[in-house]
């Protein structure tokens, strides 16, 4: 009976939706008030059935309903009990119903924030959202419903997927789908800016924290997953390129892009319909991350035929959603005029340059992504495309926009002589070469010619990132900066500890596959490494072979390693459990293969030297994320900042991007 | 400069960056595009020879033999109508079993023995590389014909 309630619940949720969607947009073109206000209670009374909804499936979890068809096939009753909450979104079914729980939120502040907009602009804005929402809860309910019951029930669950039983996978899916569905509040400040006409610096004063917030769990997430793959998949690799890991970041690449270009947009008045054209692309991708990867349709053209009922309603959502923003686009993006010029060594120039090699690398990585697909659709035959390309079409365009970034940090906005701003950063320029030059040499005692490209624009974003905050910090006398320049500063400096993490990771890892027998020590990268014993161990839902291995350097000892192999009951899968042993400066990752017969084991070791900088990068990204998006200005109330303008133009005291 | 000449030289900067970029992109993507062949279009001499290509299959049953103690592992792929002899050194991943499917990327030496360096099992136990599951029920009509 219960989850016939949730079934209720959810079907109540999409009427309201489609309320939230016609009411407003009609009131606005009408004028009339009274359904624009609509717009609220509706949003509110669609987050309240989405949340009961939601609890109904978590419920069927935690008090193992087999008869729901979903439960049983992703949970078991063996299963601890924070996976079982977690095995919601575990599958396809429940992650829709998590992505529409996570829009209701965003709706739900949205609709908070917008009492400080005009009443037109903010029902429209709900009336999107309302929108997208009704289309993924119709989907939700025709194709892919959660509550569907399975008939007889069986008497344990099909368990969750091994891969997924892991703290990091538990909160990695919540995190990008935030940051997926959040896209779609600067795509409803898109469309209601087309519908309205009217897009000044106000309205970019509105996106942009709710683009950044959404960018911020979208880096999280992102950085959450790349660790998992890590650690989980027991490969000790950190990027695959693979299909599902490309859907989370072209959104993200997009959003990048239109950040900065929001900036822009904020500060002066121009970029207008590209910033709306972005927003529109980078809720357009976080759509098709969301629906091609859960429906499989990335894997295989296959599973599209084998349930054409999900794939016909995606290509159905994606046409009204990207397509009905697009036409609109056409019809009104003239509407925007811009509201001044600049010269080509200005902010607004490094600002395009990074939007343009930002756009160029998500459209290679989209076409090598979606090439397979269509190659094989036409029944050309089947391919892939090689982890290589992805390397070169991302650096290609990446490696610009770090020297670029250097010097668009320090540029002023509209005009600025050349020789002043070179003058300024070429020390910090050859201070870079000079370690990217000797540090590998010292430290890992080799080096290469892309090694020393990668750690020169890792070190030379990395000082210019701190070079400003440092001497502001020096000199009493100097302004302080806002939060926003702190947000823009400290953010790219994860950017640059980000490339320093992945060019020495990717210039000295050392992978070792070797057969060892228990007792016998072998050395990788200085360190030796002793197998000490193997026991059996038991979990909750598994067996494992647990190995001893003591980490020695020199004799004298570091750490113990107890890397697993377990076999889960139920679905008698085995899955490697690497042990690492962690620090800034490298890790050590053991994992256990496979018995090959004569008491040897096949084993993985690796060293993987500031592996942690990519992560910590990321973290840092966001942490500069989480500043700009609280900077003092979005918290104030609507009034025209006619102060801002007198300050263009010195580089100094300029509001930061 | 005028405004008129700046953005000019802006926006050849921008066309010829957009030009070295295609062209890296043109090159590295012919590189590495990895085709996907069955036993049996091996066995007949489609695979090419001097390049790195996709053979997948299933595991052939009591078909998978490693030196004792040595990391060196032989097996045997299958479509069920022709087989190919695959060798690959290193770990093999969780999934990999006798008589399930498996997909491997690396090149044919001069004896007809596919050197993989990557060995890809399938990810979870309902799932079987569509692109295996193809070239299962292609060699099953070939088998049925021949016989």
């Known amino acids: 009976m219960i989850p016939e309630l949730g079934q209720f619940a959810l079907i109540l949720a999409c009427c309201l939706a489609i309320c939230q969607a016609a009411l407003p947009l009609a009131g606005a073109q009408t004028g009339r008030r009274d359904w624009m206000v609509m717009a609220r209670s509706a949003a509110t009374g669609q987050f309240v059935f989405v949340v009961i909804a939601y609890a109904v499936l978590t419920h069927a979890f935690v008090t193992d309903d087999f008869s729901v068809r979903f439960v049983a096939l992703h949970s078991n009753s063996d299963l601890p009990l924070g996976y079982k909450i977690a095995a919601v979104w575990g599958g396809h079914e429940g992650s829709l119903l998590l992505w529409s729980l996570m829009l209701a939120l965003w709706t739900l502040a949205v609709a908070a924030a917008g009492r400080s907009q005009p009443l037109e602009f903010a029902s429209r804005v709900l009336g999107v959202l309302g929108i997208v929402s009704a289309g993924v809860l119709l989907f939700t309910l025709l194709t892919s419903n959660p509550f569907d019951r399975l008939l007889p029930p069986v008497i344990d669950g099909n368990d969750l997927n091994p891969l997924l039983q892991d703290p990091a996978m538990v909160a990695h899916p919540p995190l990008l789908y935030v940051g997926y569905v959040g896209m779609a509040v600067p795509f409803a400040f898109a469309v209601a800016a087309l519908l309205t006409g009217k897009l000044d610096r106000n309205w970019a004063r509105w996106t942009r924290p709710w683009t950044v917030g959404a960018w911020i769990f979208l880096t999280v997430g992102i950085a959450l997953g790349s660790w998992w793959a890590y650690y989980e998949l027991g490969w000790g690799g950190w990027w695959f390129w693979d299909p599902v890991e490309n859907a989370s970041f072209m959104p993200w690449l997009m959003g990048t892009a239109l950040i900065h270009s929001l900036a822009v947009t904020e500060r002066r008045g121009i970029f207008k319909s590209w910033t709306v054209l972005l927003a529109i692309a980078a809720f357009t991708l976080s759509l098709l991350g969301t629906f091609l990867v859960r429906s499989g349709v990335l894997i295989s053209v296959h599973s599209f035929a084998s349930d054409p009922e999900r794939g016909l309603f995606i290509l159905l959502l994606l046409l009204l959603i990207s397509g009905g923003s697009l036409v609109l686009y056409a019809f009104r993006a003239h509407n925007f005029e811009a509201e001044g010029g600049f010269r080509l060594v200005s902010r607004e120039s490094f600002l395009l340059a990074n939007n343009i090699l930002l756009v160029v690398a998500c459209g290679l990585i989209l076409f090598g992504t979606l090439y397979p697909l269509f190659h094989d659709a036409m029944g050309a035959g089947n391919l892939s495309v090689g982890e290589p390309f992805f390397n070169v079409v991302f650096l290609v365009p990446m490696l610009p926009l770090a020297f670029l970034l250097g010097l668009g940090m320090h540029a002023a906005w509209q005009k600025m002589n050349p020789k002043t701003l070179i003058g300024r950063l070429r020390w910090l320029g050859i201070a870079a070469l000079l370690v990217a030059v000797v540090f590998p040499l010292i430290a890992y005692g080799s080096t290469g010619v892309m090694t020393i490209v990668g750690i020169t624009a890792g070190v030379w974003v990395t000082l210019s990132s701190l070079i400003e905050p440092v001497s502001r910090w020096l000199d009493s006398r100097a302004v302080r900066l806002t939060r926003a320049q702190w947000g823009m500063f400290i953010a790219h400096l994860g950017v640059g500890l980000f490339i320093i993490g992945a060019s020495v990771t990717s210039a000295f890892t050392i992978e070792t596959d070797r057969a060892v027998r228990i007792g016998e020590t072998w050395e990788v990268a200085g360190f030796d490494i002793e197998f000490r014993g193997l026991r059996q161990v038991e979990g909750p839902n598994f067996v494992a072979d647990e190995g001893e291995f003591e980490l020695r350097r020199d004799g004298e000892f570091i750490a113990t390693l107890r890397p697993q192999k377990r076999i889960y009951r139920v679905r008698t899968e085995p899955m490697t459990e690497a042990a690492i042993d962690g620090r800034m400066a490298r890790d050590v990752f053991v994992a256990l293969g496979e018995p090959l017969g004569d008491g040897a084991w096949s084993i993985r070791a690796q060293y993987k030297p500031m592996i942690r900088f990519i992560w910590f990068g990321c973290v840092i990204m966001a942490l500069g994320g989480l500043l700009a998006a609280t900077d003092r200005r979005y918290r104030e109330p609507v009034r025209e900042r006619a102060e801002a303008k007198s300050r263009v133009g010195k580089p100094a005291e300029q509001g930061g991007h | ?147």
Do not use: C
């Open chain 2, 1 to 147: 400069m005028k405004a008129r000449q700046q953005r000019m030289i802006f926006i050849g900067l921008v066309v010829a960056g957009m030009a070295v970029s295609a062209g890296f992109a043109y090159r590295a993507f012919n590189e590495n595009l990895l085709y996907y062949f069955s036993p049996t279009q091996v066995a007949e001499g489609d695979a090419p020879l001097e390049r790195r290509f996709r053979l997948g299959g299933l595991v052939v049953d009591g078909s998978v033999k490693r030196a004792s103690g040595s990391l060196t592992v032989d097996f045997v792929v299958t479509d069920n109508y022709h087989s190919i002899p695959v060798q690959h050194t290193g770990v093999l991943p969780d999934l990999f079993t006798e008589g399930q499917g498996v997909v491997t990327h690396g090149t044919m030496n001069a004896d007809g023995l596919f050197v993989a360096d990557e060995v890809l099992a399938k990810h979870d136990e309902n799932y079987m590389a569509p692109e295996v599951a193809e070239s299962l029920e292609e060699g099953a009509r070939r088998a049925a014909e021949a016989e």
